[in-house]
């Protein structure tokens, strides 16, 4: 016997127990009762409804449904296992980026220091090249000048030796001897 049904004889049983009780020895008799009437109602539509097979598909329908939360549960287990993975990818991916942009600062770092070095290499390296030709330039006028002056000296020197022979000489002699003189001190002087 079904569940329902042997409900359904309990309650009868207890029913009629609970009529026969509160009807005791009455004038109308036990069929003018209304609560008996009751009681046959819902012991048939009882029946009625277990014939029928309403509590199997009760039943059937109960485990669908809980067949169904079970499903989401497990599928919102799936999915928070899933989004916990997600989120230690990205944690993780935000270590790696956190550590590339690190690695990348301390390149730029030693990039940056380089770089100042080969700077102030180059930068030393030019002003001892313009020092250097400013040297060599000024030496140049210095040569350059004292040879200025060696030649003025020694045309200057030329022309007081012809005057002093011109002084001491005839006039023949002095201008072959003027010659050869100069000719010889702007020898010298070159």
């Known amino acids: 016997m079904t569940?329902?049904?042997?409900l359904a004889a309990d309650?009868?049983?207890r029913a009629s127990d609970v009529v026969y009780v509160a009807a005791g020895p009455s004038e109308g008799g036990v069929l003018q009762d209304t609560?008996?009437?009751?009681?046959?109602?819902?012991?048939?539509?009882a029946a009625?409804?277990?014939?029928?097979?309403?509590?199997?598909?009760?039943?059937?329908g109960l485990d669908k449904r809980a067949r169904g939360i079970a499903d989401e549960i497990n599928e919102a287990r799936k999915m928070r296992e899933e989004a916990q993975e997600l989120l230690a990818a990205y944690q993780r991916r935000q270590r790696e980026a956190e550590e590339e942009a690190a690695a990348i600062i301390e390149q730029a770092k030693k990039d940056a220091k380089r770089m100042a070095a080969e700077a102030h290499e180059k930068i030393?390296?030019?002003t001892e090249r313009?020092?250097?030709a400013a040297e060599d330039?000024?030496?140049r006028a210095e040569a350059q000048a004292l040879a200025e002056v060696r030649s003025?000296?020694?045309?200057l020197a030329a022309a007081a030796a012809g005057e002093i022979i011109r002084e001491r000489m005839d006039a023949g002699a002095q201008a072959a001897f003027i010659d050869k003189a100069i000719a010889g001190i702007r020898q010298q002087a070159n």
């Not at 569940?3 to 042997?6: F, K, M």
């Not at 409804?49 to 509590?55: D, K, N, Q, S, T």
């Open 130 to 132: 313009r020092a250097k």
């Open 48 to 60: 009625l409804l277990a014939r029928a097979g309403v509590h199997k598909a009760m039943s059937q």
């Open 137 to 139: 330039k000024i030496a």
């Open 152 to 155: 003025q000296a020694a045309d």
């Open 3 to 6: 569940a329902i049904a042997s």
């Open 11 to 13: 309650a009868a049983a």
């Open 35 to 45: 609560s008996l009437w009751v009681l046959l109602a819902f012991l048939a539509a």
């Open 124 to 126: 030393q390296a030019q």
